[in-house]
């Protein structure tokens, strides 16, 4: 067994050709750029077929591709990620928030806090053009705790 586990490193989605055309992919480019901060990898773009969002390197990224039927999801299903502090996921709602202002396709849920005792789980939900939303978490740990605790 190696010493690195297995990450994930990319989800892939399909969606309608029109969703990839030009003024399509300006329109996903925008708001997942102005939101955060992806942008595309050009190389791999093809017109009504392909769009690569490069999301924190070139080893992470969402891959959208065209298909006659393209994926449908349900309002609970989502692609979690997570930020290290509150003050990061402030500013990601407030951009996603901003967007949502200026276009009425930004489907923005409140920014949540659940309470587990060992931690509290800081999220909001967002979705724009895509078949499925993306939730962004932050963990506060109690101390003690964390990501790598397993009790016992």
């Given at each position: 067994m190696s010493s690195t586990p297995p990450r994930f490193n990319?989800?892939?989605?399909?969606?309608p050709a029109e969703?990839?055309?030009?003024?399509?992919?300006?329109?996903l480019l925008a708001f997942y750029g102005e939101v955060f901060g992806w942008t595309e990898m050009p190389?791999?773009?093809?017109?009504?077929?392909?769009?690569?969002?490069?999301?924190?390197?070139h080893e992470e990224f969402v891959y959208l591709h065209a298909a006659g039927t393209p994926m449908r999801c349900g309002p609970t299903e989502?692609?979690?990620?997570?930020v290290a502090t509150e003050a990061e996921l402030d500013a990601l709602y407030e951009r996603a928030t901003k967007c949502a202002?200026?276009?009425?396709?930004?489907?923005?849920?409140?920014?949540?806090?659940?309470?587990?005792?060992v931690v509290k789980l800081h999220a909001?939900?967002?979705?724009?053009?895509?078949p499925v939303s993306?939730?962004?978490?932050?963990?506060?740990?109690?101390?003690?705790?964390?990501?790598?605790?397993?009790p016992g």
């Open positions: 990319h989800v892939a989605l399909t969606v969703a990839l055309d030009e003024p399509g992919r300006a329109a190389t791999m773009t093809k017109d009504r077929e392909l769009l690569v969002l490069r999301t924190w390197s989502h692609v979690g990620m997570s202002e200026r276009d009425r396709e930004v489907e923005l849920t409140p920014r949540t806090t659940e309470d587990f005792t909001f939900y967002v979705r724009y053009r895509l993306f939730e962004v978490q932050c963990f506060a740990w109690a101390p003690g705790f964390g990501p790598h605790f397993m």
